[in-house]
């Protein structure tokens, strides 16, 4: 199982399900550096995330949605020592900046494997995008170059609503 979290942490960029096949983490559904994207996971995966070295947990779910877990995530990490973020969006909450500034402050604050994620990978995909746009680790037009999003590219609204400079490269048509 940790040659399965260090041949991730190797690659650059993951394609979408690629480490489902080396490892138990099925909701994974891409990874770049040391940030892995996923979906929702069940409490055996999250454990699964435990084992394998994970040190921050991030979800950018809604309140709504984590209430309705049949497990509390956040209990089960703290349990285990893993630190843990919610960041929430998306939904009747929207996109904002902010949100995206949340992500990137609570990165710049962490060292080590993350996994961040939402129901499907879709919010996580974007809200990454735009943190690594922000923080000018990559150019806007790179974005959809690492392949994150589980639906394939990312949307560009979502990524204006997320990113000012995003928002200044590719303004609304």
């Given amino acids: 199982m940790k040659l399965a979290w260090l041949t991730g942490l190797a690659l650059l960029v993951t394609p979408a399900g690629a480490l489902a096949q080396d ?9 770049h550096n040391n940030i892995r994207i996923a979906a929702q996971p069940d409490a055996e995966e999250l454990q699964t995330w435990i084992d394998e070295g994970t040190t921050l ?19 089960m990490l703290q349990e285990a020592g893993i630190a ?7 939904y009747e909450l ?12 609570v990165l710049g604050a962490h060292d080590g494997p993350v996994v ?11 809200v990454y995008a735009a943190h690594l746009i922000e923080t000018g680790a990559i150019a806007p037009a ?14 560009a609204e979502v990524m204006r ?9 590719f303004p609304a048509e």
């Fill in 161 to 169: 609503e997320l990113s000012p400079v995003y928002a200044a490269a």
């Fill in 116 to 126: 961040l994620h939402c129901t499907i990978g879709y919010r996580a995909a974007h």
């Fill in 142 to 155: 790179e974005a959809n170059r690492l392949n994150l999003s589980p639906r394939g590219d990312l949307n």
């Fill in 57 to 75: 947990v991030i979800s950018v779910r809604t309140q709504r949605e984590m209430s309705e877990l049949p497990f509390d995530q956040g209990a």
């Fill in 23 to 31: 490892s138990d983490m099925t909701s994974i559904v891409s990874t």
């Fill in 94 to 105: 929207g996109y904002s900046p902010e949100g995206t500034s949340a992500l990137s402050a």
């Fill in 84 to 90: 843990y973020a919610n960041i929430p969006m998306g």
